[in-house]
């Protein structure tokens, strides 16, 4: 259990990741106290509470999901929340609703003299409930009411009241997702450190609609009881917002799982050796015609293998049609100085090292023809990022070293962008781009890219 002074609402390292939100994993009472203990010091803060229905609406509307994502504190609400982490392999901690949050927050006001004010409901409602709670804690402070019922153009006298009043906190009670773009759209004119979105729980502690029985509550069965209570209102939010809110669990579970990236990667790894393999068979005339051309010329060895960098720094032996001469890597120091790319690469259009039949299978790509060999093998993949040489690896710094976190392929964005012609700054961007979006849609599309590539040469030296 966290000792209460060294809580912190506001921190990262308190939050559970879940639906592209980060949800406070915290107790209930020390949630209250640190609250209070924050508006108290004049922290500003905006609480806004996250559950099936809130997740629902975030998927629909891009203005409450960046609100909610915008606040200084999610808090969990509800066993559906509760069940999407379990799905998702992580947890959070107590049910942290508003219903049940609010007189833990009054309780520890009306200890620390933090003044509340209520705004929300039909007329009445929010004072009745304030009532109650005064009731319940003597000393609390009651800075002011207002019910929710008020047109845009009393915003202004409505937050000028607020501001008169010397509450430390504010509790909006207007309901999803209205009062989250309300507090959105006037928190930097409003001078009350700590607001919070807290739904309809007004009604609750009003006595206008009563609270479930505790043994549905602790089911996680409230919502059946709100939906008996409001047949009509709720119906469509809890029969069919379920189901949905279940779909969108599952899909997060999906990806935070990483079973969407193992199918992803095992699939891509399918393709790759039935590809591979067609290939090689379709090929063989060419290969063997390339093999021959390249040993009557010079009698060396056809192939030439070098020593590459692949998926999470993993060395390999590439295979390549050897399109130079035999003491090419020799001659590679004398040459230095005629580099025509930066310092990473070296690249000559004009190299003298090329063979005649290395000229020809170079602009066509043909001296690639074996890495199919390494694709059928699985050191590397018909589409990812092109392999990286040992040296090309010591010089990588900050987001360059995102590039080894795919399988290296035979062909990438920037091998059907202009290749030699790219600089290596730019090749970085775009193999981490391609890393970032990769699908089976995605390597189709650079495949059929490649083609034309190849045909047209450009940056093919």
Not at 368 to 378: F, M, S, T
């Amino acid at each position: 259990m966290r000792q209460n002074h060294d809580f912190d609402p506001k921190s990262e390292s308190l939050d559970t990741p879940l639906f592209d939100l980060s949800l406070l994993d915290a107790s209930r009472r020390e949630t209250a106290d640190a609250l209070v203990n924050l508006a108290g010091q004049g922290v500003p803060m905006v609480v806004n509470f996250v559950n099936a229905h809130c997740v629902n609406l975030a998927n629909q509307r891009d203005d409450y999901a960046a609100t909610l994502r915008d606040s200084d504190a999610l808090l969990p609400d509800g066993s559906g929340i509760r069940l999407a982490a379990r799905l998702a392999g992580t947890h959070t901690g107590d049910n942290l609703n508003g219903t049940d949050l609010f007189p833990h927050i009054c309780e520890h006001a009306a200890a620390r003299g933090a003044a509340i004010f209520l705004i929300g409901g039909s007329p009445g409602i929010a004072a009745a409930a304030a009532a109650a709670m005064q009731a319940r804690f003597p000393n609390l402070i009651i800075a002011g009411t207002q019910h929710g019922y008020f047109s845009d153009s009393e915003n202004d006298a409505v937050v000028d009241a607020i501001n008169a009043s010397g509450a430390a906190i504010l509790f909006v009670g207007f309901g999803v997702p209205r009062q989250e773009l309300w507090i959105a759209r006037h928190r930097d004119r409003i001078d009350v450190p700590l607001l919070l979105g807290v739904g309809g729980l007004f009604d609750y502690y009003s006595g206008r609609i009563p609270r479930a029985p505790l043994l549905l509550r602790r089911l996680g069965c409230e919502w059946t009881w709100r939906l008996w209570q409001e047949p009509r209102r709720l119906a469509r939010r809890y029969l069919l917002g379920n189901l949905v809110f279940v779909g969108h669990a599952l899909r997060h579970a999906y990806r935070a799982t990483g079973l969407a990236a193992n199918i992803g990667a095992s699939i891509k790894r399918g393709v790759d050796i039935a590809a591979s393999a067609l290939l090689l068979l379709l090929l063989v005339p060419v290969l063997l015609g390339v093999a021959l051309a390249i040993k009557i010329e010079d009698r060396g060895p056809v192939l030439f293998r070098q020593t590459r960098i692949g998926w999470n720094g993993r060395p390999f032996t590439m295979l390549k049609f050897r399109s130079m001469h035999i003491d090419a890597e020799a001659r590679r120091a004398a040459l230095l100085e005629q580099n025509e790319r930066d310092s990473v690469c070296f690249k000559m259009r004009r190299d003298p090292r090329i063979t005649r039949v290395g000229a020809v299978i170079r602009r066509f790509s043909l001296d690639e023809l074996p890495q199919i060999i390494n694709v059928l093998i699985g050191d590397m993949s018909l589409v990812g990022p092109r392999p990286a040489l040992p040296s090309e690896v010591a010089t990588y710094a900050g987001r360059s070293w995102q590039r080894l976190g795919g399988k290296p392929g035979i062909t990438c964005i920037w091998q059907v962008s202009g290749r030699a012609e790219i600089a290596f700054e730019q090749q970085v961007e775009m193999d981490i781009a391609y890393l970032g979006v990769r699908s089976l849609m995605t390597d189709v599309g650079l495949l059929l890219r490649t083609i034309p590539a190849v045909i047209g040469g450009r940056g093919a030296y």
